[in-house]
């Protein structure tokens, strides 16, 4: 959220959630409030694709709806699934994300892969209804086992990493997809399930290095290269049995 002091959290339990707030007094109890998941989605099939403003994108697994919920007010409203033009979210294959466009309208992005071709879809909130964008993405990434991160909204572009330590930016306004610089081509790294955080105005990425080093460093895009910015302890491997 904008203002760092009302920023909440939100845990998973069971078919509950709770909601507290991030930023307290340390003189007051910490308050929790626990809500219903969305339509009876069942804690194993709920899965959190995107935030933005206390706005989540989530999905039930098990029917493969893409799902617009507010926590706070437990409004929620599905915008994909099987009976919308075949227009389900499948976990394997396909990646969304979440960012607000020039006219501060919420928008989802799905960029669906079947049989190894790819479309690309947004969703207006404010208009409610999807429009298919066609444009250019670099065939390696058609393929359904290429393996996507979650998205991550950064000013006025949308990024996931994936597979081959590629990492893809989306131009919200312009709508076309570009590459971003690679990492250093010595570096024996896995981040197909990294995570990109937006970190005090600044695109960051965690690295998790193959075994049998197993530590995990902080990277950080400076003037359109990636720096490293923070080197966490090793990580040893620690056996089962003696």
Request: hydrophobic share 40%; with cysteine.
């Amino acid at each position: 959220m904008a203002n760092s002091t009302n920023q909440y959290v939100l845990a998973v339990k069971e078919e509950k959630c709770v909601i507290g707030k991030l930023h307290r007094s340390p003189h007051l109890p910490w308050s929790t409030t626990i809500v219903s998941l969305p339509l009876d989605i069942r804690s194993h099939d709920f899965l959190i694709l995107g935030n933005l403003h206390g706005l989540l994108v989530v999905s039930n697994l098990k029917t493969s709806e893409l799902v617009l919920w507010n926590p706070t007010t437990k409004e929620n409203k599905v915008i994909s699934n099987l009976v919308l033009a075949n227009r389900c979210y499948l976990h394997q294959y396909d990646a969304v994300g979440f960012y607000m466009d020039s006219t501060n309208d919420y928008m989802v992005l799905h960029i669906q892969r079947k049989d190894e071709w790819i479309r690309v879809y947004t969703y207006s909130r404010r208009l409610g209804f999807w429009r298919r964008i066609y444009c250019t993405i670099n065939k390696d990434y058609h393929k359904n086992s290429f393996v996507w991160s979650p998205g991550v909204y950064f000013a006025v572009e949308e990024f996931w990493v994936g597979q081959k330590n590629k990492v893809l930016c989306f131009d919200v306004n312009m709508e076309i997809f570009t590459e971003m610089p690679a990492f250093p081509e010595d570096l024996d790294i896995v981040i197909c399930r990294g995570n990109l955080v937006s970190v005090r105005n600044q695109l960051q990425i965690f690295i998790s290095y193959t075994y049998p080093k197993r530590s995990i460093d902080l990277w950080e895009m400076v003037h359109n290269k990636w720096k490293n910015v923070s080197v966490f302890p090793d990580i040893f491997h620690m056996p089962l049995s003696e």
